[in-house]
């Protein structure tokens, strides 16, 4: 078990680019969750998937961010038209699915700045 | 919706001093309740949890008691470590464990 991984660990981009992040969660895992953690805050929930299926997304997630699971495994999620507003840390969570309450992994996150 | 109000920081101890982050939340139905640390350079983990009312989460000498009366979930140590210096986060989940909501952390500064 290497747990959450996440692809890039810093970004820098300017005002308008396209971004693209990856998450490999830990491997038993079926559940896929993306936040979003500015400075001096707490993590906000973005969207979250179940095998491949997106099951909710957050309204924070707007048109611009896009994310997939295809296979069920790992996970990407794109900016397109990025905006300063759009710096922060993106943190990808896993976690498997039963009939208890189960703990959401974290992994590094990948640290976004908007030029 | 759900909201999570934790204590401003920074809280800064010396060692061995107890310790005390309060946690006060907002949410229908019955949460599950969490506490997650951040170390410096290193991501969230997980440091304890609590399904339903009453229960007593505790790891590493730490300790929070779900309190549905007062919508509390305070995190306690009897004493501090200079290596507890970190960001401590509370937050909550609904009954399924999905999307967390957390607090805005507490930074902790434990000086030797």
């Known amino acids: 078990d290497t747990g959450v991984s996440q692809n890039p660990r810093h970004k820098i981009t300017k005002r308008g680019q396209n971004v693209t992040f990856r998450c490999d969660p830990i491997s038993e895992h079926n559940r896929l969750y993306w936040y979003r953690q500015t400075l001096g805050q707490g993590p906000e929930f973005l969207t979250y998937f179940q095998n491949e299926a997106q099951l909710e997304k957050s309204r924070l997630l707007s048109d611009r961010f896009s994310a997939e699971r295809p296979k069920g495994s790992f996970s990407t999620l794109e900016i397109q038209r990025t905006e300063q507003g759009d710096s922060a840390m993106y943190l990808c969570?896993?976690?498997?699915?039963?009939?208890?309450?189960?703990?959401?992994?974290f992994g590094p996150g990948t640290r976004l700045l908007v030029l | 919706g759900n909201s999570v109000t934790q204590m401003e920081g920074p809280v800064t101890l010396s060692e061995e001093a107890f310790l005390t982050i309060n946690c006060t939340y907002t949410a229908t139905g019955y949460p599950s309740l969490f506490w997650y640390v951040q170390y410096p350079g290193e991501g969230l983990q997980l440091l304890l949890k609590a399904t339903k009312a009453d229960d007593k989460g505790s790891n590493k000498g730490f300790e929070a008691t779900y309190r549905k009366e007062t919508t509390s979930f305070h995190l306690e140590k009897g004493s501090v470590q200079v290596s507890d210096s970190a960001v401590y986060f509370c937050a909550l989940s609904d009954r399924y464990g999905n999307k967390l909501v957390f607090g805005a952390g507490t930074i902790l500064r434990v000086k030797s």
């Open positions: 969570a896993s976690s498997s699915s039963g009939t208890k309450i189960e703990t959401q992994y």
